[in-house]
C-alpha cells in the first residue's frame, strides 16, 4: 500500500459525459501528480500540482483539467469524453516539488475508465 | 523532448532463467528510476541510479546506469514467478516524470 488513494477504482460512462477522478496524496505529500496509461501510449504524464499551484503540464487535453485542494487531494476532471480517453488513470504523490528529479514518487491503484 | 525507448517489449521465460531488459535515450538522464508494476495497481519504485557506471542491487536484480548516462539495465538473476509485470523506466525532467513503453515479463513455473 503506496498510501495514496484513488476513487473512484471503476468508472463506465458514455462519451460526450464529464468525470471526476479523485486522489489523496500520502500523509504529508505535498505534490500531486496525474498520468494517463493506454496500451498504445504507454505510462504518460499529464499535469503536476503543488501545495494547491499548478507546477508542470505535460500532454494534457484541453478537454481535461486537473485542481489541488487545500487539505491536498486532487481531482481529475475529463470532459466531452472520447472513446480513446479509456485508459487506466494513476495518481501519485511526493514530498517536495521534484526539483531534484531523485525524489520518489508514490504511486496509487489507479482508476479505470471505460468509455463506451 | 526526452525519449525513453525500452527493449524487449515482452518477454517469456521459464522460472530459474537469467534476463536483462534495456532501457535507452538520445540524451543523458539526469537520474533513471526503475519500476514495477502489477495487473491492477500503480507502479512502484524499485531503484533510482543517479551516477553514471553506477551498480545497484536489490535482491536478484542488477540495476546498471551507462558510464555516460543514457543508458541503463536491469538484470534479474533466477527468475521467479513473482517477478512477473510490467518493467518501467523512466526519467524525471522539471517534475515530468518520463517513461519507457515498458518491458512485459512473464516467468512461467
Known amino acids: 500500500d503506496s498510501g495514496v488513494t484513488q476513487t473512484p477504482k471503476h468508472l463506465i460512462t458514455a462519451t460526450g459525459q464529464r468525470v471526476t477522478l479523485r486522489c489523496s496524496p500520502r500523509?504529508?505529500?505535498?505534490?500531486v501528480y496525474w498520468y494517463q496509461q493506454s496500451l498504445d501510449q504507454g505510462l504518460q504524464f499529464l499535469i503536476q500540482?503543488?501545495?494547491?499551484?499548478?507546477?508542470a503540464k505535460g500532454n494534457i487535453l484541453e478537454r481535461f483539467s486537473a485542481q489541488q485542494f487545500p487539505d491536498l487531494h486532487s481531482e481529475l476532471n475529463l470532459s466531452s469524453l472520447e472513446l480513446g480517453d479509456s485508459a487506466l488513470y494513476f495518481c501519485?504523490?511526493?514530498?517536495?516539488?521534484?526539483?531534484?528529479?531523485?525524489?520518489?514518487?508514490?504511486f496509487g491503484p489507479g482508476t479505470r475508465l471505460t468509455v463506451l | 523532448t526526452q525519449l525513453l525507448e525500452q527493449s524487449p517489449q515482452f518477454l517469456s521465460i521459464q522460472e530459474g532463467e537469467n534476463l536483462t531488459v534495456y532501457c535507452n535515450s538520445s540524451?543523458?538522464?539526469?537520474?533513471l528510476q526503475w519500476y514495477r508494476q502489477e495487473p491492477g495497481e500503480g507502479p512502484v519504485l524499485l531503484v533510482t541510479?543517479?551516477?553514471?557506471?553506477e551498480v545497484k542491487k536489490l535482491k536478484r536484480l542488477t540495476f546498471q546506469f551507462g558510464d555516460a548516462r543514457k543508458d541503463s539495465s536491469l538484470h534479474i538473476t533466477a527468475a521467479q514467478p513473482g517477478d512477473t509485470g510490467l518493467y518501467l523506466c523512466?526519467?524525471?525532467?522539471?517534475?515530468?516524470?518520463?517513461f519507457g513503453q515498458g518491458t512485459t515479463l512473464q516467468v512461467k513455473p
Open positions: 500540482y503543488y501545495n494547491g499551484e499548478e507546477r
Open positions: 501519485a504523490s511526493s514530498p517536495h516539488t521534484n526539483h531534484k528529479s531523485t525524489d520518489t514518487q508514490y
Open positions: 500523509s504529508g505529500d505535498l505534490s
Open positions: 540524451s543523458v538522464f539526469s537520474s
Open positions: 541510479v543517479v551516477t553514471g557506471g
Open positions: 523512466g526519467s524525471s525532467n522539471t517534475g515530468k516524470l518520463i
